[in-house]
């Protein structure tokens, strides 16, 4: 043991190190590097604004501490209740379709065992998330238009003759539901993908021999050991969903008004900001949806087990 440690003494001399202390690995300061990038962009996009909004929400235009007067102002505003409700219709339709068939999708790819097949789904699957938000909703004007539609067959078959029926106000939870799936669930489907790779070959296999079919191995194997990443995947779509804005506000400019433009409580808070110039009243709205979009979240959390040690 002496010879050992004067050994590892004078190597430890050699490299300029003192003994006993552990060796720095080569890429341990590339690291710190990412990390204070992000820290610093969270810190200045994210901490820093949302303390500001925390400020703005609980204070008047002069500054003066104004208790809970903007927020009882804003929920007491003719346009939140049905904001808020076309939002929850909207994450409700979505979050549901997500799950199911983001999971069930997920499953059957991975049952695939044709390897070109099953890359060139994924690959078809995930294509229309590469497209910003603002691109697919523009797309989505064309394919909704029964005029000029390529599946203009399909809405006049379900009874929309024009554009202007297709996205009447009640139709839009599920108009925006299929935008945001289309454009959203390729990316979980490949993460879904992904997770269903780390369960353990030993454990389908025993599951087999046992004379399980494929649709039990699913539903007592699979979807058990995915309960953590559907649980993931609800929480990240649930604050996306909670900040819908772009897909009303394009279609509301491109519709005339037929869709309001105080469809989203997104929407909402931009009119009192910038049409209202009522900053204050905007803040509020965001932190009702912060605080609304954290209980959610912590639901999926403690419901999924997110962090749970397996």
């Known amino acids: 043991m002496t010879v050992i440690d004067n050994a590892a003494g004078a190597a430890a001399v050699a490299t300029g190190r003192s003994p006993g202390r552990p060796a720095r690995r080569p890429g341990s300061a590339m690291s710190y590097g990412f990390v204070s990038i992000y820290a610093f962009l969270a810190l200045v996009f994210g901490i820093l604004p949302a303390v500001y909004a925390l400020y703005l929400a609980f204070t008047d235009a002069e500054g003066g501490f104004a208790g809970l007067a903007n927020f009882t102002k804003v929920i007491g505003d003719f346009r939140f209740w049905p904001a808020a409700t076309h939002v929850a219709l909207y994450l409700v339709i979505w979050l549901v379709a997500l799950v199911v068939l983001v999971t069930l999708l997920a499953v059957i790819v991975h049952a695939i065992r044709v390897r070109w097949l099953s890359r060139t789904l994924r690959f078809v699957f995930y294509l229309p998330g590469a497209l910003a938000g603002a691109s697919s909703v523009l797309l989505w004007l064309f394919v909704l238009d029964p005029t000029a539609s390529p599946v203009s067959g399909l809405l006049r078959l379900l009874g929309f003759d024009s554009f202007v029926q297709v996205i009447v106000p009640g139709n839009l939870p599920v108009v925006f539901a299929i935008i945001a799936f289309w454009t959203g669930a390729g990316g979980w489907i490949v993460i879904m993908y992904g ?55 394009l279609l509301s400019q491109a519709s005339n008004a037929v869709v309001p433009n105080d469809y989203s409580l997104n929407q909402l808070a931009y009119q009192y900001a910038f049409q209202q110039n009522d900053f204050n009243g905007a803040a509020a709205i965001s932190l009702l ?13 403690t419901r999924g087990g997110l962090f749970e040690r397996d």
Do not use: H
């Open 195 to 249: 997770a269903l790779n780390n369960i353990s070959a030993e454990v389908i296999e025993a599951a087999r021999v046992d004379g399980a079919n494929a649709v039990q191995i699913a539903w007592r194997i699979q979807l058990p050991m995915l309960r953590k990443w559907i649980s993931y995947m609800g929480i990240m779509s649930l604050a996306a969903g909670t900040q819908l804005f772009v897909e009303p506000q």
């Open 289 to 301: 949806l912060l605080v609304i979009a954290l209980a959610l979240s912590a639901v999926f959390v």
